[in-house]
Nanobody, 122 residues
Framework: QFVESGGGLVQPGGSLRLSCVPS????????MGWFRQAPGKEREKVAC????????HYADSAKGRFTISLDNAKNTVFLQIGSLNVEDTAVYYC?????????????????WGQGTQVTVSS
């Protein structure tokens, strides 16, 4: 499974970088996804990255403010979030994804972590 970190309490307009590290396996040739679940809402896809070719895919709600990246040397996937607003308050998770390309981000998904809480509030 994965271990997510980097969440916290941030004021509106701020930024965060979330990290996701796998436990016991390497990210080479994997497709990785970030998801989030806001209070009272279903879990939703945010972005994915294909470590084989670097292709990424963003949900419409994530385009422009979210950046997913992969550091192979550190075996870590990052999610940079800018211009945070209260609607970004959620628990953010990462998992492997069966499919990730410029055109699609689909499951099944596996090796879920426990998530990291992001709270945006003044």
């Amino acid at each position: 499974q994965f271990v997510e970190s980097g969440g916290g309490l941030v004021q509106p307009g701020g930024s965060l970088r979330l990290s996701c590290v796998p436990s016991g396996f390497n990210l080479d040739f994997e497709k990785m996804g970030w998801f989030r679940q806001a209070p009272g809402k279903e879990r939703e896809k945010v972005a994915c990255i294909n470590s084989s070719d670097g292709e990424t895919h963003y949900a419409d709600s994530a385009k422009g403010r979210f950046t997913i990246s992969l550091d192979n040397a550190k075996n870590t996937v990052f999610l940079q979030i800018g211009s945070l607003n209260v609607e970004d308050t959620a628990v953010y998770y990462c998992a492997t994804s069966a499919y990730c390309s410029t055109y699609m981000f689909e499951g099944p998904y596996d090796y879920w972590g426990q998530g990291t809480q992001v709270t945006v509030s003044s």
